[in-house]
């Protein structure tokens, strides 16, 4: 068995991802779920893990200058996490987040991480240092402002990490 990682640009990856997310989350199951029908940002980078050249989970990163407590912050943001149901528990999300996290405490232009979550998941992450976001976060829906509460919000210190407070993405959530 043959694991490589690759970080990736965005948009021209999703043809070698998509599988992977019909299969993770088909469209009958995102129906379901409390983010259906949110407009998602696009990534700028993608950290695909293959095994033997098929990609088996995904953690998609995003770059944004948003606004915390009326001061730009910039956010370097993570999403799209999923892994491909015959590979999980086996680490490969905590490697994949690990080569995001490092990427964008690299780039030295992001003050703090942040992902949002659906409410089962935060034990995976809090336990690999993640803390809630008590504040609110706005982001774009619709060409509107609107506070975004579908999924819980979670920061990851990288220079700073704003706990609460208003936090205004400036754009599509991810």
């Known amino acids: 068995m043959s694991i490589e990682i690759e970080i ?57 200058e948003g606004i915390w ?12 996490v999923l892994t491909h149901p015959s590979f999980r528990k086996q680490g490969l999300a905590s490697v994949a987040l690990d080569a995001a996290l490092h990427t964008l405490r690299d780039e030295r232009s992001n003050d703090f991480a942040l992902l949002f979550c659906a409410s089962e998941m935060t034990g995976f992450y809090t336990s690999r240092n993640w803390k809630p976001y008590m504040g609110e976060v706005f982001a774009e829906q619709r060409g509107a402002r609107v506070r975004f509460d579908a999924m819980q919000p979670l920061v990851y210190y990288l220079k700073r990490a704003p706990h609460e407070g208003e936090l205004d993405l400036r754009g599509l959530p991810w």
Do not use: M, N
Request: some cysteine; aromatic content about 8%.
């Open 8 to 64: 990736v640009t965005g948009d021209p990856a999703w043809p070698r991802v998509k599988p992977l997310f019909d299969l993770v989350w088909p469209p009958e199951t995102v129906a379901q779920l409390p983010w259906a029908g949110v407009e998602f940002a696009h990534p700028d980078l993608r950290v695909i893990v293959e095994v033997d050249e098929l990609p088996v989970c995904h953690v998609s990163l995003y770059r944004r």
């Open 69 to 80: 407590r009326d001061r730009p912050i910039r956010i370097g943001g993570i999403g799209g």
